[in-house]
Nanobody
Framework: QVQLVESGGGLVQAGDSLRLSCAAS????????MGWFRQAPGKEREFVAA????????IHADSVKGRFSISRDNAKNMVWLQMNSLKPEDTAVYYC??????????????????WGQGTQVTVSS
């Protein structure tokens, strides 16, 4: 089992940067692909980025490609989401998630078994 705690959210202006952190506990972290999702008010939770268990493969949603970057450090049990050139439409609660028994990066929400409590990101125009 994996427990996840996000941090690093906040209120920023358009064009600013933020780095979200996800601290994971549990012996299976290094065997789990990880992902970031977000949910804006009144909208479905959507995929943002994912990384495979080794960190060698990443995928990003088209809406954030070139602006956001996911990374991990298995020795530290940490996953990060670097967000640059933020836009008002990036405003959402951001969630860290871990796959159970899955090594590859995936954009499918249903493949993630463990979720953090979320961290709010608000981008003002």
């Amino acid at each position: 089992q994996v427990q996840l705690v996000e941090s690093g959210g906040g209120l920023v202006q358009a064009g600013d940067s933020l780095r979200l952190s996800c601290a994971a506990s549990g012996r299976t972290f290094s065997n789990s692909a990880m992902g970031w999702f977000r949910q804006a008010p009144g909208k479905e939770r959507e995929f943002v980025a994912a990384i495979n268990r080794s960190g060698g493969t990443t995928i990003h949603a088209d809406s954030v490609k070139g602006r956001f970057s996911i990374s991990r450090d298995n020795a530290k049990n940490m996953v990060w989401l670097q967000m640059n050139s933020l836009k008002p439409e990036d405003t959402a609660v951001y969630y860290c998630a871990a796959r159970q028994g899955g090594y590859t990066a995936s954009s499918l929400r249903a493949e993630y078994a463990y979720w953090g409590q979320g961290t709010q990101v608000t981008v003002s125009s």
